[in-house]
């Protein structure tokens, strides 16, 4: 499909065409059929509801504004100059979730998130290390990537540099030259506040002078301006920007922070997004100078929805790099599963909740990730048996996993409130593991279940095969030959092959939990059944 937006941008045949992340996907069903299924959906799983930043509640999400029926979804991306904090990986996993919600719902997504590769904090860091801005931004683009498939987020369908965008960023600027939204001075272009009578309706600014403080404060755009409360466009250049500088009709410099998520949001989706994401501490200045920049050029509503998450607190305080106590990802995760145990950790909490980090926490996490990974186990023992439970069985199980899946959707369509739907997911964790206990669960309802426990994951995302990537070791922590296993354990592991043999399998289920109180699990293996330490 072809989506065509007629914008007035001065002097540009490269804007004639937006929404290019959208029209560049291949799409195996007509746009009816997406509207159709988004209806559909409504049906079978209730309103989605979520929290809008911009009205201060949660609103119904049941629809995109779009024709083809696509929701357009932006998300504020990293600053590519140092790796990222698990405090920014809270807001890239909370966008997962959102993305995967509302696909679990029968919408089509169209996700594009922005990569910073040029700004006074990069500049620094090529000054001081005496690099080149396409090393520095390089480097730690490959190293968020690697972050992202470590923690199984779905990539986005465009991640736009604004490097690769400085022609589009100047056409924009000029575009709000042309509307009286902006002026020169000194080599710079601002944004003139006054001309945009809503600014401040985000954040809910009461008086413009309060936003010229805040704005004061929060924001590193140190140039000659008319009013305080205006922000940079463009940066005219200076002789501490080094080699960082473009030749353009705005002058010889570089691109404000503000502009570049405007210009890559309108050329990637259109003038019109459905959803716009991002932390918390994105909202003033960043989100409320967006949506003047964005709804001056165009005249039109930017976002309809403004999704926040909340920060993440080390030792009680906001963990940032500024303040020195951040944790990059590298320093949480060492193996395969404190990559899953971080994920499940980020999104089992409530997302606009402050959460707070420490090494508890994430040992809980582990913990419960080895929980799952456990009853999955068992329940893949079960489809390999050959029992039978009577009627009444039958109908405790499946009334267990239709209560989960009622329980589960209705959480998640009240704000994404992943607290409520793992609690879910546990309370039918719970009475399953009574079942098999008792043995009352046959082949084709522990496969029921395990598939119940597969679909909640399209949501979650919890169970993956981890990749190896920077200093994430093997699941074991060795090299696979090292392992010396007690003889008593290797003796148990033997009276469990045989118990299952005769189909005792209330002895195998007491010698497997024996074996795994004493920290290890049972692997099945081509050559049969061997433990891994925990």
């Known amino acids: 499909m072809t989506i065509a937006y007629v914008l007035p941008l001065i002097g540009s045949s490269r804007w004639g065409s937006h929404g290019q992340a ?10 009816v059929l997406i509207r159709a299924s988004a209806v559909d959906d409504k049906r079978t799983h209730g309103d989605f509801s979520l929290y809008n930043t911009m009205t201060g509640k949660k609103e119904v999400f049941d629809r995109t504004v779009h024709e083809d029926g696509v929701v357009r979804f932006y998300s504020c991306g990293p600053t590519v100059y140092d790796s990222a904090h698990v405090g920014n990986f809270r807001a890239f996993l909370t966008y997962d979730v959102l993305k995967r919600w509302l696909r679990y719902r029968g919408f089509d997504v169209s996700h594009v998130m922005n990569l910073t590769d040029v700004d006074d904090k990069i500049i620094k860091r090529v000054l001081r290390e005496g690099s080149t801005l396409e090393e520095i931004t390089e480097k730690y683009s490959k190293l968020f990537f690697d972050d992202l498939s470590l923690l199984n987020v779905i990539p986005a369908d465009k991640y736009p540099r604004a490097t690769d965008h400085i022609e589009d960023i100047v056409d924009l600027i000029e575009g709000l030259k042309a509307k009286g939204a902006a002026y020169e001075t000194s080599g710079s272009t601002y944004f003139k506040v006054d001309s945009f009578s809503d600014y401040g309706k985000l954040v809910k600014l009461e008086k413009r002078e309060s936003g010229a403080r805040r704005t004061e404060a929060n924001d590193t755009d140190e140039y000659d301006k008319s009013d305080a409360r205006d922000f940079a466009l463009w940066k005219a250049y200076k002789d501490e920007d080094g080699e960082v500088k473009w030749n353009s009709a705005l002058g010889v410099g570089r691109p404000g922070w503000h502009i570049e998520c405007s210009c890559m949001a309108i050329k990637y989706l259109g003038p ?15 989100h409320e100078n967006e949506i003047a920049q964005s709804e001056a050029y ?13 920060f993440v607190n080390i030792g009680g305080e906001k963990m940032s790099k500024s303040l020195g106590n951040f944790r990059t990802l590298g320093d949480v995760v060492k193996k395969p599963d404190d990559a899953r145990a971080f994920r499940y950790l980020v999104v089992s909490s409530q997302y606009r909740s402050t959460l707070n980090f420490t090494e508890d926490v994430l040992k809980a996490a582990r913990n419960t990730i080895k929980r799952l990974d456990s009853l999955r186990k068992r329940l893949a023992d079960v489809q390999k048996e050959e029992r039978t439970v009577d009627m009444q069985a039958s109908s405790e199980i499946e009334s267990i996993v239709d209560t989960a899946k009622s329980a589960f959707v209705a959480a998640m369509n009240d704000d994404l409130n992943t607290p409520r739907a793992v609690a879910a997911l546990f309370e039918m964790m719970s009475k399953v593991g009574k079942l098999l206990k008792a043995e009352k669960l046959d082949s084709a309802h522990a496969k029921m279940v395990d598939d119940c426990i597969v ?17 994430v070791s093997d699941e074991d922590g060795t090299d696979g030959g ?53």
Request: no cysteine; glycine share 8%; aromatic share 8%.
């Open 455 to 471: 679909d909640f994951d399209r949501v979650l995302g919890v169970f993956y095969e981890v990749p190896t990537v920077g200093n």
């Open 298 to 310: 165009s005249g039109k509503e930017f976002a309809r929805f403004w999704v926040h998450n909340g």
């Open 482 to 534: 090292d392992q010396v296993i007690p003889e008593a354990l290797q003796e148990l592991l033997l009276q469990r092959t045989e118990a299952r043999k005769s189909k005792d399998f209330s002895l195998a289920d007491q010698i497997r939990d024996q074996i795994a109180a004493e920290g290890y699990q049972i692997k099945d293996s081509p050559n049969g059944a061997v433990l891994i330490k925990i």
């Open 22 to 31: 959208v029209s560049e996907r291949r799409r195996s069903r007509a746009s």
């Open 272 to 286: 019109q997004i459905d959803i716009h994401g991002g932390g918390i501490d994105l909202v003033f200045p960043h």
